[in-house]
DNA sequence: ATCGCCTCAAAGATATGACGTATTCAAGTG
DNA sequence: CACTTGAATACGTCATATCTTTGAGGCGAT
């Protein structure tokens, strides 16, 4: 998942630097400082700079350096970014961005899903509400998190569409925030778990309208939740 | 947009051929290769792999070579992606993920719009449906091509949701795509221009379920017709 | 005083040689 | 046959030299 190397622990610092906004927009940085900064090569210090410049975050230009992009440029899908962001100060802001994403995208993958899953997928959906519905019940909530974590990412694959399923990994890192920022409520909502159980079953079902609407009711009660705590 | 330099001349080859699946997955390529086919120093190859691996299209590992990652790795969302799958082999199936995408961003968007568009942002898409229909009536496909892309990148953009915002270059993209896939057909749909109208109005007013209603059907009809031109 | 051109220097862009290091593969050994 | 070991390989990093672009300041003419 990490980029490698030398390059990788540069990248480590700059990126969230600059993605939290610590590094403003418009401020420029020369090469030659950051080898000194980060005590590397001229080489290393390149190709970091390439990436970053891949994600749009920044801008390399002869004879005035390396320009920080204003934020409506930066490929804001790229995870890498996002993981950044999640974790600095635009926090907030990103996961509203996404909660509203999530409003968008869930219920879609989950009415393609009730067509498109495979039989394993199907099995293993089951599966994993039951196991959610256990750990909720024993208020386990780093097993729960991992569920629901796998729950979604699994919708979201079994909707048959490349791009939905890309979106799991994020939805994992929403909600993993979302979990640390409430700092562990006692319990997840019994409601929320049952909705949880119903997708599940609608998509085994076949049934794609009941699927949609069941995720549509998880996923808006999660961002209006998310909307109370970030007010 | 794009990169700029030698390194942006390497992928320029590179990248299309990797995304379109001309060079497969697994593929294993060597640097030294890759300097003597495009006749450029380590550097500048260097610097156009560490750009493929920021985007997850390659890894590079030592002993080995740098090596084609699945597909189901890669960052589909990244803008460049997109554009080099929409230009190859992949278009079809690029185009389908796209279509369900925007099924599922769209509404949601439009939606979100009426309540969060400036003023500014209300008038120009009025304007802009307006344009739309002359255009339309006149069977000029180009300016009327125009105008749809403006169009809808403004409704996402009003959403206020900066997510959505920066899909608005790829929506267009889609645009354009399928105007060349369909060959310029005669004109287009009444019903649909009067859709976008009814979008921009129901945005207008403030009215977020009608503009979500109204765009939905837009975009649904997008993409079922994309699916029989597929087939 | 203003405009335009010219020169110079700053900073990135590219090329190249040298060396480091992880990883694989195969030969050798018990 | 399993395990160890060593050498070959291709990427990783560093250092240096040179090229290219471009911004800023100076200079002169109008």
Redesign the pocket.
Known sequence: MEI??????VLDELGPAIASGEIPEGA????????GRF?????????A??IL?GMRLVA???????TVQPKSLWDVFDPMVIRWRLAGADRPAQLRSLGSLRVAVEPAAAALAASHATDDDRRELSSLAVELTVAAREADLTTFLGYDIAFHALVLRASGNEMFAHLGDTVGAVLTGRTEYHLMPHQPEPYAIRLHREVADAICGGDAAHAERAMRTIVTGALEELNLQLD
């Open positions: 490698q190397g030398l390059p990788g622990r420029v940085l020369r090469g030659e400082d950051l080898e005590g590397v090569s001229r080489t290393v210090v390149r190709e700079v390439r410049e390399s230009r002869r004879r005035v350096g390396i």
